[in-house]
């Protein structure tokens, strides 16, 4: 079902924007920081940035840069039709771009989460900070593909959803933690180190983000076919 023409077309879409060189700021900018922190205090207090801001933050950034590059411009400018005329899956159409996003989401997201909790010296701690961004970088670009074949402006929708329901929401109330994709990924963490946060439970966690990913490409696939059927841009 993945369509490998689609794939590299958008990798390629991915590389060539200026959205790349922004892709790779973010985690670039973590890494430093959290270098720089350990260097002039400890691994632990440059470990406590991960969890409250590369984690919560860079890692759903990258997740929408990354969306929104392989299948946002392309509904923007309406080419998406000039696309989906050709006889192909448009499930496959989704599935391909998804995994093109999850990719980067993954590469520039979850690995330099990897790279900066290494920095701070304690590996197990690292571990389990990279196995919750796996599981959150999974369903956050499923998510934020979705959304941007529903909307032009899925930048904006995807930074409110994580800047307003991820983040003040979800700080402020703990009942938003059995709804937010961060905590999830957290929670499953949790069973590699205790030291992350325990906000849901693990079997809830596992099966609530497989469940956003699935939902969220085969949205994406049925908007898409609703494209090509009424000719939207």
Avoid: C
């Amino acid at each position: 079902m993945i369509n490998v023409t689609i794939a590299k077309l958008a990798a390629q879409a991915l590389l060539g924007r200026r959205r790349f060189f922004l892709l790779l700021a973010f985690p670039v900018l973590l890494i430093g920081l959290v270098a720089l922190i350990a260097a002039l205090a400890d691994g632990d207090a440059a470990y406590d940035i991960l969890p409250g801001l590369g984690y919560p933050l860079v890692l759903p950034l990258v997740a929408i840069l990354a969306a929104s590059s392989v299948l946002g411009p392309e509904v923007d400018d309406g080419s998406i039709v000039y696309l989906l005329a050709k006889p192909v899956n448009r499930y496959g159409v989704a599935l391909s771009k998804w995994l093109v996003a999850l990719a980067a989401t993954l590469t520039a997201g979850a690995l330099s989460i990897l790279v900066a909790a290494l920095i701070t010296g304690d590996s197990t701690r690292a571990v389990a900070l990279f196995v919750g961004a796996v599981v959150a970088g999974t369903a956050y670009s499923a998510l934020f593909v979705a959304i941007s074949a529903v909307t032009r402006h899925a930048v904006i929708a995807s930074l409110m959803f994580v800047l307003i329901w991820e983040s003040l929401l979800g700080n402020l109330f703990t009942g938003v933690a059995w709804l937010s994709i961060g905590q999830w990924g957290l929670q499953v963490g949790h069973a590699v180190s205790s030291d992350l946060p325990d906000p849901t439970s693990l079997p809830y966690a596992i099966v609530a983000s497989a469940l956003v990913t699935v939902v969220g490409v085969w949205f994406a696939g049925d908007r898409l076919r609703s494209f090509s059927l009424k000719g939207e841009d």
